[in-house]
C-alpha cells in the first residue's frame, strides 16, 4: 500500500456506496433489521482462558498492506500457543470488498466469527445486528475509559450497549522534510498557525516552488474535518438528522485550505496522490497524512530526511481527524456458544498484543501499551501526547454514505474552485441532510 488511493482502501471509506447498496437489498426496502431478533448475547464471558472444545473461528480483516506481516505474526503466535483449543483462519481482503461482502456472508453462515473493521462502521453492522454485544466482556475485564483513550473507547458505543474493543487509533499527522526546513533555520513544523504560515513563506523564498501542496481528494476531507474540529465545529447533530459542517467553523476551515492555493503554497488542481509522492520526492516541505505513510516511508524513501508531528493547530483548539480499527463479534459466531466463549478470549487477548502492533506504524489504543517503553521511541507515539486531541466520526449507521455522496464532494468542488468555500458547503450539507433523513428511515433509528 504505497499510495494515497490504496491508504483510501485501508480505511474502507470507499466501500460506504457498495455496502449501503447490498443493506438496502437485504432489506427489501424496509427498515434495515427489521422483523429480526435482537442477536443474542449468548454465553457470558467471566474471563479467563478458553477451557471448551476446540472451535475454529474465522477472522475477517483488511490488512493487506505493510500493516499484514505484524497481525500474521500475532495470529501465528496465538494459534502456536492455544493449539488444540482455538485455532483462528485468517482471511485478509480489501477493506472495501470486506465491508459489503460481511452482512450476506454472515447471513449464510459463511463470513466471519470475528473481524476487524474501523470505528465508523461499528454503528451501521450494530443497526443491520450482524454484531453481537460485547459489554460482559469489557465488565468481566474490568476495562473502562480509563483504560483507553477516551474518544476511541466511547466510538465503541450504539445505543447504549458495546459493539466493540479498540485495538489502535491512526490519525493525520504533519510530516516535513527536514533538508528544507534547514534552509529556514528550523528543526521542526511551528505548531501554531502564525508559526506555520511564517514558515511557508520563507520556504517560498528560500526557492521551494510549492512547500505544501492542497489535494481536492484523499486526504482533504480528512483535513477539513481536522480544521473544523479546530475551529469549534462538529460534523453531525447528536440525533444524526443534520450536518453541521457547513456552519461558519466549517467556511474559515475550508477557506483556509483554498488560501494556500491563493496564496501560491500549493498549485492548483493538485491530481489523485501527487502531493505525497512530491513529498516523497523532495519537493514538498509539508504534508499532512496518515501515520500508515510511516512504514512507506521507511521502505521507499529513505534518502529522504524527514519528520512528524501532530497537524498545526490553525483554528485555535487542538483536534485532528483520527479513526480506529476495532475487534468485533459478529451474529454467525453467536450460533455456537463455544464459539462465543473463544471469539470473546480471543478479542481479548489480541486487544492485549497492542505493542506488537504498534510497530505497524498504528498508535496503542490501550494507555498501558501505549507507555511501554518498547514503543516509547516510535514516531506516531508523539501524536499521542494530546488525547483530547483526538476527533472520530459519530457512529451514525451509513454515515459513510454521506461522506463520500456530500462532505467529500464539497470540499473537492472548493479547493478546485467550482465554487466558493460557503457555497459548496450549502450545497453538500442539502443532500448531506437529505441522506440522513433516508438513514433514519433505512436503519430504523
Not at 226 to 240: K, P, V
Amino acid at each position: 500500500m504505497s499510495t494515497s488511493l490504496s491508504r483510501r482502501s485501508f480505511l474502507g471509506l470507499s466501500g460506504a456506496v457498495g455496502l449501503t447498496a447490498a443493506l438496502t437489498a437485504c432489506g427489501g426496502g424496509t427498515k434495515i433489521g427489521a422483523g429480526s431478533s435482537a442477536p443474542a448475547s449468548a454465553a457470558t464471558f467471566s474471563g479467563g482462558e478458553y477451557t471448551g472444545p476446540k472451535v475454529t473461528l474465522d477472522y475477517w480483516n483488511g490488512f493487506t498492506g505493510g500493516d499484514g506481516p505484524h497481525m500474521r505474526a500475532m495470529l501465528e503466535a496465538f494459534n502456536k500457543e492455544f493449539a488444540g483449543r482455538i485455532e483462528v483462519r485468517n482471511v485478509t481482503r480489501r477493506w472495501e470488498d470486506l465491508y459489503p461482502a460481511m452482512p450476506t456472508a454472515i447471513a449464510a453462515g459463511k463470513g466471519p466469527d470475528v473481524a476487524v473493521i474501523h470505528n465508523d462502521w461499528v454503528g451501521t453492522f450494530a443497526a443491520r445486528r450482524t454484531l453481537l454485544p460485547l459489554d460482559d466482556v469489557v465488565s468481566a475485564l474490568s476495562l473502562s475509559e480509563s483504560d483507553f483513550i477516551p474518544a476511541v473507547w466511547n466510538a465503541g458505543v450504539y445505543q447504549g450497549k458495546r459493539y466493540s474493543v479498540p485495538l489502535d487509533v491512526h490519525s493525520l499527522g504533519d510530516y516535513w522534510n527536514r533538508s528544507h526546513l534547514e534552509k529556514i533555520g528550523l528543526s521542526e513544523a511551528p505548531a501554531d498557525r502564525a508559526g506555520y504560515e511564517d514558515a511557508l513563506a520563507q520556504l517560498k523564498k528560500a526557492g521551494i516552488a510549492h512547500p505544501f501542496w492542497m489535494p481536492n481528494k484523499w486526504p482533504a476531507h480528512l483535513m477539513f474535518m481536522s480544521l473544523l474540529w479546530q475551529h469549534g465545529g462538529e460534523l453531525y447533530s447528536d440525533d444524526g438528522t443534520r450536518a453541521l459542517w457547513g456552519s461558519e467553523p466549517g467556511v474559515r476551515a475550508l477557506s483556509w485550505m483554498v488560501g494556500q492555493i491563493d496564496k501560491g503554497f500549493s498549485p492548483a488542481q493538485v491530481a489523485q496522490d501527487s502531493q505525497y509522492a512530491a513529498f516523497k520526492n523532495d519537493k514538498v516541505s509539508f504534508t499532512w497524512d496518515g501515520i500508515w505513510q510511516i512504514n512507506d516511508l521507511k521502505t521507499n524513501a529513505r534518502s529522504l530526511q524527514w519528520g512528524l508531528g501532530p497537524i498545526p493547530n490553525i483554528g485555535g483548539s487542538a483536534a485532528v481527524w483520527s479513526s480506529s480499527h476495532n475487534f468485533v463479534m459478529t451474529s454467525q459466531a453467536g450460533k455456537d456458544p463455544h464459539k462465543v466463549q473463544a471469539a470473546k478470549f480471543f478479542v481479548d487477548h489480541m486487544g492485549r498484543l497492542s505493542t506488537e502492533w504498534a510497530r505497524a506504524g498504528m498508535i496503542p489504543a490501550r494507555n498501558s501499551a501505549r507507555q511501554d517503553p518498547s514503543v516509547a521511541d516510535l514516531p506516531q507515539i508523539r501524536l499521542a501526547a494530546d488525547l483530547d486531541a483526538f476527533h472520530f466520526l459519530p457512529p451514525l449507521p451509513g454515515v459513510g454514505d454521506v461522506q463520500s455522496k456530500a462532505l467529500e464532494l464539497a470540499v473537492a468542488k472548493a479547493v478546485l474552485k467550482q465554487a466558493s468555500p460557503s457555497e459548496a458547503l450549502k450545497e453538500g450539507v442539502a443532500t448531506a441532510d437529505k441522506l440522513l433523513a433516508e438513514n433514519k428511515r433505512k436503519y430504523g433509528q
